[in-house]
Structure formats: structure tokens, C-alpha cells
């Protein structure tokens, strides 16, 4: 339902608003982002499963995001460390070190920096991609070749991303630790048994647990606002470069935001 | 399915494997250090405040980490009650006296658990029992403490500097012993008469040691006073005999009373003569013409001695008493008694006593 558009020949006639022009519009977006939802999780169980096309997308998305990611968040790892030592010089506790790079790592910043280059990166390419495929009218040829496009451009992506985004977290928390590591032998001279003794010292299953879900939505909200953004997207090379960029902004935020809900849910579950 | 598509998907395959084998790898170094895969045995302990303590904290032995803490509730009316799972193998190092009590990694690290292994009489722990829990240290008191020590420390080192201000100036005794020379002088005076004092002293010491060994000899007279039975009943009898004497002492003295209560009562004759001041005078009188009377009988007598009737009998007598006088004088002198030499008499109290 468009609402800015009037039939043609028609009299102008003039909308009535539930609310306001600017909620109504909002309030339309996320019954169509609903929908859309709804029509994955009700297409994800039946054939045709594409694993040809998951299989491709598992690669470009996990695979080929591999190199940047690891040497982000191994990056990561050495500048965190870096900057934690001061704080805990000042109380004599440098020895804690592993203990605080653990809980960042394996709590917040291995999931959240994972999904954030995973959005820049993927979510940017499958809104230009499926945008691109929007105004080319490729989606629409699809359609009358009687190919579901949603199933095989959408599922399958949303699915891989889903899948690989927990998996390159896994790589990240690694690496970041070795980075974390790297600092801390280096400036402490800490075996990597005893590193890696209180990096597990610190944390518990429910860490490990809460990063793993956590990476696993972020995975499906990059896919999800990637793919709804591209499938959606309007007419023009203007609206390609757009669904792209909206795609990242929407994704980012998104993560923001699961994050904060996800660490409240954690935290309430860890107090009992 | 072409080779690239092959190929992608064995990558994927690798790729998706090795997250994993990351993942499980992960899992289990988390379970083996938290103890997760191991037998354990059950321990409780009931504290009044555990101080922060939270389940999955550490449970150390000498040291050593040996366990977890499974759960933490509340337990009768405030107390507290907390399961730790402590591996099976150090069962048998824990004894049933063990004390469990809450410490802390670090200065600002997790509470953890320490077990205090208990003494070797008694038998190995088994799962479920129960060891006694020891108060945790409050740091609220440990920071008071510290603060009043802290000030403490500062009225001290207030007081010292007055003091070192003080002796720098020469005020006081000590300041003028470190300052005025004459001071300094007089001071090693006292110090030379000290240590003379303390030479006459272990010269009086050793006097006094050797007084005291002679007095511990065994014929010496304290020694035969503290240790000879035949000395101390002799004491005895003495002081039997000494009471008996006090005693009649006593009864004489009693006497003594009755009879000046009798002298002074008017109704007896040698009362009446100490106290009646009438009976008195009559005395007076009477001696006083008993003395006339007497001197006019010597006067009468006088003048029978030279009355010619009783002239004759006198000079009888007189020649009579020449006679016995002249006797007398012829007669040999009496020997004179020599008496004893009382320095050679012996010291017998029972004897002196007797006598």
C-alpha cells in the first residue's frame, strides 16, 4: 500500500491519516518488515532449500570476510589490551589483564565488532546486490520463470549470514585473544597456559552461551535488513547505492540495540 | 555441480568446522577448569556472611584449586548455606574437622572458598558433609581498624617530631645531655658511681650468698633450726614451758589485783591504814607520843644506869659483849664463792627456761 500515490484520472482526493503522515508511514514500514519476516520463516521450512545458493553465500559471506575480520579483531585485541594496562597499573592488578580482556572479548566485543564489519561488509552487498536485482527487473523475471525469488535471494542469504556470522565470531574471539595475548607476553611475559588459564578463569558458560546467541541474531538481523532493503528497493541506480547504504545504517543500529536488550536479558538470568 | 562449486563447499565445510572446533574447544577448557568433567564430591558449609561470594567462585586447598561453588542459599533465620563440588580425589587429603572460610584471590579479586585441611586424626571427608565455616574478615572493619591505626601513626609521628624539635634545641633532660658538655660530664659521673654501685653490690651479693650458704650448713644453728627434730622439739617444749609460765604470770598478776583492790578497800586493816586519812592522823599522833614516851623512858633508863642499885648488872653485860667480840676476831675469814664462766654455757633455751 503506497500511500503518497493517488489513482490516476482520479480526483485528488485528500488521505486521512490514522495518525500523522510520518507515523502512519513508519507504522506501514514495520508491517511490511513483519510481513517480510513472516514470509522467511514460513518459506525456511519447505522446498526448494537452495543449498547450492546457501552454500555460495555461506562462502562469500563467511569465507571471503574471514581475512578482514580476523585482522580487525586481532588488531582489536592488541590496542585493547594496550589501553586497558594504565587502568590497572594504577591499582598494581596488571596481573587481571587476561581476566578483563576475556570478559570484553568473549562477552561484547567479539560478537559486536564481528557483526559491525559483518554489516559494513555483507549487509552493504546483498542491499546493492538485491537492489541492483530490484532495478534491473531481474527479481520480477524470476518471478515469471517461476522461481520464488524471496527463496532463493532471500532465505538462502539471510540463512548464511545467520549461519557464518557465529562462526566468524568464533574466529574473531580467537584471534583477538591471541592479539590480547601478544600484548600481554610481550609486557608481562605471561605463558600462554597461564593467559588462557584466566582467560576461561574469568568467564562462564553462560558468556559463552550469551555470544553465541547474540551472534547468531546479529547474523540474521544483517541478512534480514540486507535483504529486505535490496528486495525493497525503488526504482533507479539511486535507490540501489541507497538500500545499500540503509542497510548498513539499519544493520549497525539494529545491533546496537539487540546488544543492549541482549546484555539486560544476560545480566538478569547471570543474578540468579 | 562444477568444480568451483565443489571447491567453495569443501571451503565452507573447513571453514564452518574449524568455528566449531573453536567453539568446542572453548567449551571444554571452560569445563575442565571449572571442574566440570571430573567426579566431585559435595561439601557444605553454613556462614553467617559470605561476603560476596558467588556460585562458580573458586575453591582453593593448600593452594591448589579444587572445586566450585555450586550454590549459595539462605539458611535458617540469616545464615547462609554453601554447596561447593570439590573433586573426588582430594577426598581423602580433607578431613572431617576441615574449616572452610571465605578469602579473596587479589585485593580487589572474586571472593573464593578456602579449606583448611583439618588434623590427620580425624577420617577423610565423604560427599555431603558438612565442615565448619569461619567468619569471613570484614573489609568495613579492616578499613576502620586501618584508619585508626593510620591515626594513631600520625599522633605518634606528631609527637616524635615535637620531641626531635625539642632535643635538636637542648630543651629538656635529654636535649641538655646531648648539648651542654658539662651536662655530658655529670652524666658519665653518675654512669662511673653506677657501675661502682653495681661492683659493691655484686660484692654484697656474693657476701650475702656466702652468709646464706653458711646459714645452709649443716651444723650451722639456722640450718639445725629449719631441719633438726630434736632442736625444733626442744623449741616446742620451750614454748610450752613459756606458756605455762604466761600463764602463771597471769594468775599472779591477778592476784596482785585482787590484792591492791583489797589495799585500797577501807574495811580491811591495811586498807583502812593506806586510805583512811582519820585513822591517819590517830596513827600520827600516836607515834608522835610514842616517840615522847621513848624519850623519856631512854632518859629514865639513863638514870637507872647510873643508879647505884642496877650499876652492878651493867657492867656485867658490857664486859659480856667485849667477851663475844674478841671471840670473833679470832676466828678464820669464810671462802669466798668463785662464779661460772657464763660465755661457755651452752645454748639449751629448755634448760634457761627451767632455771
Request: proline share 3%; charged share 20%; net charge neutral.
Amino acid at each position: 500500500m503506497d500511500l503518497d500515490k493517488n489513482k490516476p484520472g482520479a480526483a485528488p482526493a485528500r488521505r486521512r491519516y490514522v495518525t500523522t503522515r510520518r507515523l502512519d508511514r513508519i507504522f506501514v514500514e514495520l508491517a511490511k518488515v513483519y510481513r517480510f519476516n513472516a514470509r522467511f520463516f514460513k518459506e525456511v521450512w519447505f522446498p526448494p532449500y537452495e543449498f547450492r545458493e546457501i552454500i555460495k553465500q555461506c562462502y562469500e559471506i563467511g569465507v571471503r570476510s574471514l581475512p578482514l575480520i580476523s585482522l580487525t579483531g586481532f588488531i582489536i585485541g592488541i590496542v585493547f589490551t594496550n589501553q586497558s594496562r594504565p587502568s590497572l597499573a594504577d591499582f598494581g592488578a596488571t596481573s587481571l589483564l587476561p581476566a578483563l580482556i576475556s570478559v570484553a572479548i568473549i562477552r561484547a566485543i567479539g560478537p559486536l565488532v564481528t557483526a559491525l564489519i559483518a554489516a559494513g561488509r555483507v549487509g552493504s552487498a546483498i542491499g546493492a546486490e538485491l537492489g541492483s536485482m530490484r532495478v534491473t527487473e531481474q527479481i520480477d523475471a524470476m518471478e515469471v520463470s517461476a522461481t520464488n525469488p524471496f527463496k532463493f535471494l532471500v532465505v538462502t542469504r539471510v540463512l548464511a549470514s545467520t549461519l557464518m556470522i557465529p562462526a566468524l565470531t568464533m574466529f574473531t574471539t580467537l584471534v583477538s585473544l591471541l592479539g590480547g595475548y601478544l600484548n600481554v607476553h610481550q609486557n608481562e611475559l605471561t605463558s600462554l597456559s597461564v593467559f588462557f588459564y584466566q582467560v576461561f578463569d574469568a568467564i562462564t558458560f553462560l558468556d559463552i552461551i550469551a555470544s553465541s546467541v547474540k551472534s547468531v541474531i546479529f547474523g540474521f538481523t544483517i541478512g534480514m535488513v540486507g535483504c529486505y532493503k535490496g528486495y525493497n528497493s525503488s526504482k533507479g541506480t539511486e535507490g540501489v547505492g541507497k538500500a545499500a547504504n540503509s542497510s548498513v545504517v539499519t544493520a549497525m543500529f539494529l545491533i546496537f540495540i539487540e546488544e543492549l536488550l541482549i546484555m539486560q536479558v544476560i545480566n538478569t538470568i547471570r543474578a540468579f | 555441480m562444477s568444480s568451483a562449486d565443489n571447491k567453495r563447499t569443501v571451503i565452507v565445510g573447513i571453514f564452518t568446522f574449524l568455528a566449531i572446533v573453536i567453539l568446542v574447544a572453548g567449551i571444554f577448557m571452560l569445563a575442565g577448569q571449572q571442574k566440570r568433567l571430573i567426579n566431585t564430591v559435595t561439601l557444605t558449609a553454613i556462614f553467617d556472611d559470605v561476603a560476596g561470594l558467588r556460585t562458580g567462585n573458586n575453591v582453593w586447598f593448600s593452594g591448589v584449586k579444587i572445586g566450585t561453588i555450586k550454590s549459595i542459599n539462605l539458611y535458617g533465620d540469616s545464615q547462609v548455606e554453601v554447596v561447593m563440588n570439590v573433586e573426588e580425589k582430594v577426598q581423602q587429603f580433607i578431613r572431617k574437622n576441615a574449616s572452610a572460610r571465605i578469602s579473596s584471590e587479589s585485593f580487589i579479586g572474586n571472593k573464593n572458598i578456602v579449606i583448611d585441611g583439618g588434623t590427620q586424626a580425624a577420617a577423610p571427608i565423604e560427599d555431603g558433609d558438612r565442615i565448619t565455616a569461619i567468619s569471613p574478615l570484614n573489609t568495613d572493619d579492616l578499613m576502620e581498624k586501618l584508619q585508626q591505626n593510620n591515626e594513631n601513626l600520625v599522633a605518634i609521628t606528631g609527637d616524635f617530631k615535637q620531641l626531635t624539635s625539642r632535643l635538636v634545641k637542648g630543651e629538656g633532660t635529654v636535649g641538655a645531655l646531648l648539648t651542654d658538655t658539662t651536662m655530658a660530664q655529670n652524666f658519665r659521673g653518675v654512669v662511673a658511681n653506677l657501675q661502682r654501685t653495681s661492683e659493691s653490690t655484686v660484692n654484697a651479693s656474693r657476701s650475702l650468698s656466702a652468709f646464706t650458704n653458711k646459714l645452709n650448713s649443716p651444723d650451722g644453728l639456722a640450718n639445725q633450726l629449719v631441719t633438726d627434730k630434736e632442736v625444733f622439739q626442744q623449741l616446742k617444749n620451750s614454748m610450752t614451758q613459756l606458756e605455762e609460765a604466761t600463764a602463771s604470770t597471769s594468775e599472779i598478776t591477778e592476784n596482785l589485783r585482787t590484792a591492791t583492790t583489797q589495799l585500797n578497800n577501807s574495811n580491811s586493816a591495811v586498807g583502812v591504814l593506806l586510805n583512811d586519812q582519820k585513822f591517819a592522823r590517830q596513827l600520827q599522833s600516836t607515834m608522835q607520843n610514842l616517840e615522847t614516851g621513848t624519850e623519856k623512858l631512854d632518859q629514865n633508863m639513863e638514870a637507872l644506869q647510873n643508879n647505884f642499885l642496877l650499876r652492878g648488872f651493867f657492867k656485867r653485860q658490857a664486859k659480856e659483849e667485849a667477851k663475844q667480840k674478841e671471840q670473833q676476831q679470832n676466828q678464820p675469814a669464810p671462802k669466798q664463792v668463785q662464779p661460772k664462766d657464763t660465755t661457755q654455757l651452752e645454748f639449751k633455751p629448755s634448760i634457761l627456761i627451767e632455771n
